[in-house]
């Protein structure tokens, strides 16, 4: 089986129902071609145009008219809690860091990382370690891919 298009979650037509579903966590989401097994066992090759960004819920389109659910695989993830002042700044630093990030309801979910985790109790948050899915905010500049992957230029100043 081939899939050849995307419907974004929130866009199928009307009575649109998956006949199968895949789970993949935030690494394998973001791809142009590659093949997937399904949750039913059955292989599907992931033939797209241009590189996208699968979420969680969105749709693969198969040749033969099917969709496949895209489902955000559960791994290990840190919710990071805080008052709102000191979660805004945990925030800055996590961006500054160019790491992806999730904003959950008055929480932020980030890949689990011990150097990050420390810094961020060093700042005055709280650090959960959770098996989750991971679905972070697309960016800015999502629209816009660059070929080294976020399209922006690093020509400003980070002091890292």
């Known amino acids: 089986m081939r899939a050849i298009s995307v419907l974004k979650a929130g866009h199928w037509p009307p009575g649109a129902r998956a006949s199968d579903a895949v789970a993949l966590d935030f690494d394998h989401r973001h791809r142009r071609r590659v093949l997937l097994t399904t949750e039913a066992g059955r292989e ?3 033939d ?9 819920g969105d749709g693969l389109v198969l040749e033969s008219g099917g969709i ?15 008052q709102p002042a000191v979660l805004l700044r ?3 630093h996590l961006g ?3 790491l992806p990030v999730q904003m959950l309801e008055g929480a932020l979910r980030i890949r689990a990382d011990h150097v990050i985790a420390a810094m961020v109790a060093g ?3 709280h650090v959960h370690a ?5 679905d972070p905010e697309p960016g800015a ?11 922006h230029d690093h020509g400003h100043h980070h002091d890292h």
């Open 44 to 46: 599907i090759l992931l």
């Open 48 to 56: 797209l145009g241009e590189t996208v960004r699968l979420g969680d």
């Open 68 to 82: 496949v659910r895209v489902i955000a695989a559960p791994e290990a993830v840190l919710d990071i809690h805080a």
């Open 90 to 92: 945990i925030a800055w």
């Open 96 to 98: 500054n860091r160019h």
């Open 123 to 125: 700042l005055g948050g």
């Open 130 to 134: 959770r098996a989750a899915p991971f």
């Open 141 to 151: 500049y999502a629209g816009a891919q660059a070929p080294h992957g976020h399209g």
